[in-house]
């Protein structure tokens, strides 16, 4: 079994692309406690890759899926959304569906390239990261899975012969 850890970048104050003391500390705190992994992918974001390093891993490769949503994808959903309202807009099967669909295959594609029960840590942004969950399980409940996505926090995606198996919120 293959796992992808995807998690949000950690804190920084807007407008600055950068993380801030309080992100830094606590992407050092949560790298403590993450084991090891064979592949570390990030977002394009400086926020992104600071949050891997901070947390300990020297990212291997820059991801610009992992970096931000199409612009399209704005006029269908509100950032700042809980689980449950992303399936909403989903489930109506216009543009994010696709996307959303189109973000299933790259994680696919992307675990092909890690060993036999390999992992990767993938530091992506908020709004993204809940999307792809859904595109990747898109029969459970969210209800149970409440809000959007906090910083630092993720989920993680467990792959078998190429099919999702299962999904883990990580909260912290």
Not at 5 to 23: A, D
Not at 37 to 50: F, K, Q, T, V, W
Not at 128 to 150: H, M, Q, R, T
């Amino acid at each position: 079994m293959k796992v992808l850890e995807l998690r949000r970048h950690s804190k920084r104050t807007i407008p600055s692309p950068h993380l801030n003391q309080e992100g830094i500390d606590k992407a050092r705190k949560l790298g403590e406690e993450l084991g090891e992994y064979d592949l570390i992918g990030s977002s394009n974001a400086p926020r992104a890759i600071e949050t891997a390093v901070a947390m300990g891993y020297a990212v291997d490769e820059i991801c610009d899926e992992l970096s931000m949503t199409p612009d399209y994808i704005e006029n269908e959903v509100v950032w700042g959304m809980n689980f449950s309202e992303f399936a909403d807009v989903i489930r109506k099967k216009g543009k994010t569906y696709n996307y959303v669909q189109e973000m299933a295959n790259f994680l696919l594609e992307f675990a092909k390239k890690l060993p036999n029960n390999g992992s990767a840590l993938l530091v992506s942004h908020g709004g993204l990261i809940e999307l792809v969950a859904i595109g990747c399980f898109p029969n459970e409940d969210y209800g149970s899975w409440g809000k959007y996505l906090g910083t630092c926090e993720g989920v993680k995606i467990y792959i078998e012969d190429g099919i999702f198996e299962k999904i883990e919120l990580m909260r912290i």
